[in-house]
């Protein structure tokens, strides 16, 4: 009764019926690996909650104030209003720990779940045609994720993210011709500043989530029009979805996998502490601790500057850092492979028409075998911003570590994407003959000059 | 004929009242759970929000048994000492130490390292050397009068007892133009701000935050401080053991190398797990890898509990 | 397991999850014990999660559904209907006057750049390249620690390592000076000095001021590995050598630790000669 009256109630004042009949009975794939995104989407639904409920309590100032609390070994001592906040929040404020940490715990889920995402999407060709818009705005908000994970981490002013901040200075400033002019721009002047923690605040709580829901919330709609991709199977065809209904059977999936986001992070936040800034201290600009690593989806970048050459270009009296290779030009290069491989792909494969049935990822041993080898090189340099931790626990020397990853960062990816390559070709092999598919090879015949023929093969697929 | 009105103890409008209803009682029995909890305690007998756990302070300082006070037994018989030291000198010590504790091509003098240095490496057991093969210095550093580069020796457990101990550094003093006294090292409770601060300026570069210890580069390692006794801190920062610097009196006062061991020694008792376990202080690294696997990987497990495989079959349908 | 069964699981997860969230409520309110808190938070919300997997799992039959695609690509007759709206509507607003158009241009463009300049503010007053040149050093400043007491020659004995800052500029209010100026003084022995011709004289007695700045990345460089006269920065590892005047040895880092020329008064304070020689922290394009 109540539906039949909400229903009419709506259609009455927006014309809803329709619309709404044709929603609920959307379809979306069944496959495990489509909920991939969801669980980002999640990850950021907890991240506003939480972070709505911390932003009523931290200071964004970075003046010092003498903070007075339960945490003994800081009492009395003078540290940036921000970091007192954070305190307050962990040590004054019912349950502010937890809240906190999930919120924490929430950021790196958020990233990983991308990673992974992105992943399953690279890998399976659904970034193609309809769908390339869609991996613009997807890679882009891998950059926005990272970058509001930085401003957020960086926010309680310890001395860890005060470390990594100073590190983002250096790296800004070491853009050619405008780096000096963009670091005093972003950050209020030479380092430190006393309005960077503001400007972070602002950045992390009103601009970036602006930017990320935003996106999120087209990137959502530009599935919602073109439906989902989906694999082959028994039923599906390139004209149609074969799954569960948005209502009931999705909902209810959909908020199994949203209540066990907030489970698994509410598990992370109460029992493995996060960013314990109570032990790093506050940040004063002179001393850091060992060892001093960012956040894990920036570590590929501090990993990079260890281990990328000491190399400054000395040009007319002027200078490029040895922090501009590592720190602006690689990752500059990655992103720009990423954002275009939509096109490299289709210039490579000439393949212009519209996909609506995914790829296996062996179906295209050669994009299965770059895949790998830009992961396998990411998580070698990520491991190689750990290399001090590693010789801790190892007994090597960090120097020596150093010079192995240097050489894995190359042969690393090499190696693994070739091994990818090959197993792609022959998982294909042995899943198509499976399949009662062949792999279908055009062969142009030609009659030539001698009476012969000439016999001329493109490999396509089906 | 059956009336079209629900009946009072069924349909809609009856179970929207008895949900108001138990929503209401479960209101109710909420806020007297919560005053009768915080009733139960003295201390929130003022605010039943205001936060009971206790002061995150050192109260559990002197735990482990290690005592606030130095208590190393004083030997009076200096001669026998002397006697029993260079026996003991002479089995041990001299094949790397040479005669009378100049020194040799493999190890360096003794000749000023008396008192805490003495004290400090056997009771760390980091000498006698358990590799006695490492012991080929560097030729590119110079061998200084009280360390040892050549190797990175870590804290295990001593060879010699106090008495012995005592009775090497007799013999070691006695062949001495200088040597610097064994530190006396007072935990107190009072100076663990002031010791928060002297650790961060001086000791955190290297050992850590959380005194975990990292490496220093090379072969060398900041050693975790968990197993120093206080003595021993005190003797490793007035030394410089290995590579680590040296802080004499005029930089770190006897009182500040109280309050520093006042904090390591609280950091070695309170374990800062107030949001579950530190994972070894490993930092973002540990973090990530947590998040990204477990979190992430639960998460997997999930969504392919809820999905199916790419034959379409869910995860317990078998063919 | 039985139909009957199964609902009765779906019910005892989510009495589990009532329970546990009431547990929560009691746990906020009393101990707020994080552990405790969190454990019941994972159990309500696993527990909810559980019971709707398998309710949509056991309770409900599977079902698959198929759903018509549709075209995307509406046809050229619909895309030339699109087009021909908006460039009918574009002909009657400009017609002839393509030169008009231009003017609006110029006019859209200029506005539009007018309106950042306000941005301008975000840089600071001074967006001076020689505030990256200077410190608070000067000829004469004294050195002093963090806590503003002046640093005696014989405070530091060989292996001694301490982090100094020019007297007067020192406190909460230089805070932000402070990072800059900071710079590490070390003793050495005189007969090791291997330094430059016209350092010499910038090391007296064997004692060594240099740059806590990493010219790497800016981390400051708080590692001295006293006997082997070396200062090890912990961000990326860029190792320095004392004796030959702050050169790199590993790591990174392109460039030494820009030494600070001091000297020794007859009080026995220690006084710098003059600013660094150059600027100190990581290398940018301004520096030649």
Redesign the interface.
């Known amino acids: 009764m109540i539906v039949r009256r909400g229903v009419k109630f709506l259609d009455d004042r927006l014309g809803s019926s329709a619309f709404i009949k044709a929603a609920l009975h959307k379809v979306f794939p069944d496959h495990w690996s489509f909920m991939l995104g969801e669980i980002c989407l999640y990850a950021f639904i907890v991240l506003l909650l939480t972070g709505s409920y911390l932003a009523f309590f931290f200071n964004d100032s970075s003046a010092p104030v003498v903070y007075h609390g339960p945490y003994a070994s800081l009492d009395g001592r003078s540290v940036p209003a921000s970091f007192a906040s954070v305190m307050n929040i962990s040590f004054s404020t019912h349950l502010g720990l937890l809240i906190r940490q999930m919120h924490h715990w929430g950021a790196l889920v958020f990233a990983g779940a991308i990673i992974f995402h992105m992943m399953r999407i690279f890998f399976t060709g659904a970034f193609r045609k309809p769908r390339e818009m869609n991996w613009t705005i997807g890679v882009t908000l891998l950059l926005l994720a990272m970058g509001e994970g930085f401003c957020g981490y960086s926010l309680p002013g310890d001395l860890l993210s005060g470390a990594g901040i100073r590190i983002a200075y250096s790296v800004a400033e070491s853009i050619p011709l405008v780096g000096t002019w963009l670091a005093f721009f972003f950050f209020g002047g030479k380092f430190p500043t006393d309005v960077t923690t503001q400007r972070l605040f602002i950045l992390h709580v009103w601009i970036l989530p602006l930017a990320l829901a935003g996106l999120i919330a087209l990137h959502l709609g530009m599935i919602w029009r073109q439906h989902h991709t989906q694999f082959r199977g028994p039923k599906a065809t390139e004209q149609n979805v074969v799954g569960s209904s948005l209502w009931p059977r999705y909902t209810i999936k959909s908020l199994a996998l949203f209540s066990a986001t907030i489970g698994v992070l509410a598990l992370l936040g109460g029992f493995f502490t996060i960013n314990p800034i109570y032990v790093y201290g506050p940040f004063d600009g002179w001393t850091v601790a060992s060892p001093a690593q960012p956040d894990w989806y920036v570590a590929w970048l501090d990993g990079a500057l260890r281990i990328g050459p000491a190399l400054a270009l000395h040009l007319w009296g002027h200078t490029v850092p040895p922090a501009f290779w590592s720190g602006i030009l690689m990752p500059l290069v990655l992103f720009t492979g990423l954002f275009a491989w939509p096109e490299i792909e289709r210039a490579i494969t000439g393949d212009n028409r519209e996909h609506n049935l995914d790829d296996m990822p062996y179906d295209k041993p050669w994009r299965l075998g770059l895949g790998v080898a830009v992961l396998t090189f990411g998580t070698v340099i990520g491991f190689a911003g750990s290399d001090d931790i590693q010789a801790k626990l190892f007994h090597i020397d960090v120097e020596v570590l150093m010079y192995v990853y240097r050489f894995l960062s190359v042969l690393a990816p090499l190696i693994f994407g070739l091994i990818a390559v090959g197993i792609g070709y022959e998982l294909r092999a042995r899943f198509e003959s499976a399949a009662g598919r062949e792999h279908i090879r055009r062969a142009t015949i030609r009659r030539n000059t001698q009476g012969g023929y000439d016999e001329e093969r493109k490999a396509e697929p089906t | 004929m059956k009336s079209a009105r629900p009946n009072q103890h069924n349909g809609m409008a009856a179970v929207r009242r008895r949900g108001l209803r138990g929503a209401l009682a479960a209101v109710v029995a909420l806020l007297l759970l919560g005053q009768a909890g915080s009733v139960a305690r003295a201390e929130d007998a003022t605010h039943w929000l205001t936060p009971s756990r206790p002061a995150i302070g050192p109260g559990l300082l002197f735990e482990t048994g290690i005592p606030a006070q130095d208590e190393s037994p004083v030997f009076r018989d200096q001669a026998q000492l002397l006697r029993e030291g260079n026996d003991l000198y002479g089995t041990h010590c001299a094949s790397c130490h040479g005669v009378s504790a100049l020194g040799t091509r493999g190890a360096p003098s003794l000749q000023s390292s008396g008192g805490a240095v003495v004290d400090f490496y056997l009771s760390t057991g980091r000498m006698p050397l358990a590799d006695k093969a490492a012991v080929s210095p560097n030729p590119a550093y110079p061998i200084a009068a009280d360390m040892m580069l050549g190797t990175q020796a870590y804290h295990t457990l001593p060879l010699f007892d106090a008495r012995q101990s005592a009775a090497i550094d007799a013999y070691v003093t006695s062949r001495a133009a200088q040597s610097i006294p064994i530190p006396i090292v007072n935990l107190d409770s009072t100076k663990l701000q002031r010791g928060r601060l002297l650790y961060e300026d001086n000791c955190e570069a290297c050992h850590g935050a959380a005194a975990e210890g990292a490496t220093a580069g090379r072969q060398w390692t900041a050693l975790p401080l968990d197993r120093a006794t206080p003595t021993q801190l005190g003797e490793a920062v007035r030394i410089g053991p290995g590579v680590m610097p040296r802080f004499t009196s005029r930089q770190l006062s006897d009182d500040d190398v109280d309050a520093i061991a006042t904090y390591v020694r609280f950091l070695a008792t309170n374990s800062q797990s107030y949001g579950g376990t530190v994972m070894g202080y490993l930092g973002p690294i540990s973090e990530g890898a947590v998040g990204a696997f477990i979190g992430v990987g639960f998460l997997f497990w999930v969504i392919y509990f809820t999905g199916t495989r790419a034959d379409g079959r869910r995860f317990n349908e078998i063919d | 397991m039985s139909y009957a069964k199964k609902e009765l699981v779906v019910a005892a997860l989510l009495t589990a999850t009532i329970v546990c969230a009431?547990a929560f409520?009691?746990v906020?309110?009393?101990?707020?014990?994080?552990?405790l808190?969190?454990?019941l938070?994972?159990?309500?919300?696993?527990g909810?999660?559980?019971a709707?997997?398998v309710?949509?799992?056991e309770l409900?039959p599977r079902?698959?559904?198929?759903?018509?695609?549709g075209?995307?690509?509406s046809g050229a007759d619909k895309n030339d209907a699109a087009s021909d709206e908006f460039l009918r509507g574009a002909d009657e607003t400009v017609g002839r006057r393509w030169w008009l158009v231009r003017v609006f241009a110029g006019a859209l463009g200029t506005l539009g750049i007018a309106v950042l300049f306000p941005l301008r503010s975000?840089?600071?007053t001074f967006?001076n390249?020689s505030?990256?040149t200077h410190t608070s050093w000067r000829r004469g400043s004294r050195l002093v620690r963090?806590d503003g007491t002046l640093v005696?020659a014989?405070?530091?004995?060989?292996?001694?390592?301490?982090?100094v800052f020019p007297e007067g500029h020192v406190g909460?209010q230089y805070?932000?000076d402070?990072?800059?100026d900071?710079t590490v003084l070390?003793r050495v022995p005189a007969a090791?000095l291997h330094l430059p011709p016209e350092r010499v004289g910038w090391a007296p007695q064997g004692l060594l001021a240099f740059s806590?700045v990493c010219t790497?990345?800016?981390?400051?460089v708080?590692?001295?590995?006293?006997?082997?006269r070396?200062l090890?920065c912990?961000?990326?590892?860029s190792?320095f050598d004392v004796l030959t005047g702050g050169n790199?040895i590993?790591?990174?880092?392109?460039?030494g630790l820009p030494q600070l020329p001091i000297r020794i008064d007859p009080d026995g304070t220690i006084a710098a000669l003059s600013d660094y020689p150059e600027p100190i922290?990581?290398?940018?394009?301004?520096?030649?």
């Not at chain 3, 922290?281 to 030649?288: D, S």
């Open positions: 009431v409520a009691y906020y309110a009393t101990s707020a014990d994080t552990q808190a969190a454990a938070l994972t159990v309500a919300f696993g909810l999660a559980a709707l997997v309710w949509e799992h409900m079902k698959v559904t198929i759903e018509d695609r075209s995307l690509p975000l840089a600071p967006a390249i505030d990256l963090a005696r014989d405070d530091l004995d060989v292996n001694s390592v301490v982090t909460p805070a932000n402070m990072a800059n900071a070390v090791e806590k790497h990345a800016g981390c400051p708080g590692l001295y590995r006293a006997a082997a070396q090890f912990p961000c990326h590892q190792t790199r590993f790591g990174p880092a392109a460039r922290g990581p290398g940018y394009w301004e520096r030649a």
